[in-house]
């Protein structure tokens, strides 16, 4: 199974640490790269060419917000990563509002990181092949 390339828009050091330690030990993930704030995130995604499969994408930064992250990506819409929030604040009313603006999935980090981990291993498998 392929590891994913992801991108993780994370502002705490310690969470952002934590998660690449298990993501690329549970999951088929490879972390290529991170920031803390929405502007160094959408500098770095919109750059063409960006070896990136997956981002990960927290609700609060530094400077700005997930909801911008998502905001900045959307002109990407046909060839865009797959974009996941996740958050302490995974609420209904914010999940609607993430997936408005085009998140494809939303996970809570209290509650999630195993969905998540199963999630990117889907994500990684590769397509069946059609035998007929």
């Given at each position: 199974?392929?590891?994913l390339k992801t991108y993780l828009v994370e502002d705490s050091?310690?969470?952002r640490e934590n998660l690449i330690a298990t993501l690329?030990?549970?999951g088929p993930v490879?972390?290529?790269g991170s920031?803390?704030?929405e502007a160094d995130a959408l500098?770095?995604?919109q750059q063409p060419g960006q070896p990136v499969d997956l981002v990960i994408i927290d609700l609060f930064l530094h400077g700005g917000s997930g909801l911008g992250v998502l905001r900045g990506l959307?002109?990407?819409a046909g060839?865009?990563?797959q974009l996941v929030v996740l958050s302490n604040y995974a609420t209904p009313d914010m999940r609607r509002k993430c997936l408005a603006l085009g998140a494809d999935r939303v996970f809570d980090k209290s509650h999630d990181i195993d969905a998540l981990v199963q999630y990117c291993r889907q994500l990684a498998e590769p397509p069946a092949q059609d035998i007929s």
């Open positions: 199974m392929p590891a050091p310690v969470i690329e030990e549970l490879l972390v290529v920031a803390d704030s500098l770095w995604l959307q002109p990407l060839h865009r990563p």
